[in-house]
């Protein structure tokens, strides 16, 4: 049994019975081994089952139960109550989202994103199963293995300056998945995506804060996408001034 | 293709700093330092700057990070949240910067 309290201030939000949000103290018992989620699913499962947040995994896998904890951004599944204890836990949505009911927050603005970037394989040839496997050499893949491994946990976007002060722009994670189908060698959707990837709204937008790299919980990186993305672009608008510039087929 | 124009001034910002990361240090070391502990004389330097490859070189050394800077500091309503005062930014801070380049273009050609 613990023999001291942790101490969090959740932020709560019932648009149903109070139009303001307000904090709401709880006291915990503190474990060495608790991470922060465990204290929220104690809340809701002992002092206050009207509680409302997203999560699943518990692992770090999921990418559902991204929260502010004392301002930043983190998988509440991925730091434990003694890195803050005995100092009080202040735990508020993902910045820069709506807020649906307590720490819940809208992921509608992401998932569009998501879409019109064309994050997914559009395959540079259509291939039949009886053709077989797209192929790919282990150098291919490590182009783009380490953007491949965003879990969608919008923590860059609660990071991101630009984002919050301009929901317009597309922002780190659908930029980075975008860009890692574009570094992907079967690929085949570059032009299509450009579209989107490069207008007023998307990486000409990044300032390069680079606080999107810093919260990501599975090191992807997406600052350094963007700043890649760019790169592409660029090449591609020198080479169409030039008549023997050749449009490209891969980055 | 890209759709924004921003391309454009953004390889300027690119190559500025670029340019700003591995000639500066050199530049100053040179015009800097090397004159003050009598490395070379300042007679050397000037002589050196008769040959039109060290003038264009100066040339690309001020005008590219000219660039950089007005990126940058008109990102800067980005990062403050003024979005009206973009453009305005972006004329004053990109028109300097070219004001700066015909400048330097005008005295690396007439050798003022």
Known sequence: ?251 | MPRSKEVFWWSLFSAGGVVSAFFFPATIIITGLAVTLGWVTAEDLHALVQNPLVRLYLFVLISLPLFHAAHRLSHLTIDLGLAHARRPSAIVCYGAAIVGTLLAAVGVITGL
Request: proline share 6%; charged share 25%.
């Open chain 1, 1 to 251: 049994m613990a023999d001291e309290n942790a101490i969090l201030e959740v932020f709560r939000y019932q648009p149903d019975q109070k139009s303001e949000p307000t904090f709401q103290r709880y006291e915990v018992p503190f474990h060495e081994e608790w991470v922060v989620l465990d204290a929220l699913n104690y809340i809701k499962d002992h002092l206050d089952g009207t509680l409302s947040y997203r999560w699943s995994c518990r692992m770090g896998i999921c990418g559902s139960c991204g929260m502010m904890v004392n301002g930043d951004p983190k998988l509440t599944c991925s730091v434990f109550l003694r890195d803050y204890h005995p100092q009080v836990m202040r735990v508020e949505p993902l910045r820069g989202f709506p807020v649906i009911r307590d720490l819940v927050i809208d992921l509608d603005d992401f998932m569009n994103k998501m879409t019109e970037v064309k994050a997914w394989m559009i395959p540079k040839e259509e291939r039949s199963i009886e053709q077989g496997e797209y192929l790919q050499s282990p150098a291919q893949l490590a182009r783009y293995r380490q953007y491949s491994t965003c879990i969608n946990c919008t923590l860059c976007y609660a990071a991101c300056p630009v984002y919050g002060r301009h929901t317009e722009f597309v922002g780190p994670a659908a930029i980075a998945l975008a860009q890692r189908y574009n570094m992907d060698s079967r690929d085949g959707g570059y032009e299509e995506r450009a579209e989107t990837l490069f207008d007023e709204h998307g990486v000409w937008m990044c300032t390069f804060v680079g606080d999107c790299s810093r919260v990501c919980p599975k090191n992807v990186d997406p600052a350094a996408a963007i700043q890649q993305a760019k790169v592409s672009a660029t090449k591609d608008f020198y080479r169409s001034l030039v008549p023997w510039g050749k449009r490209r087929t891969e980055t």
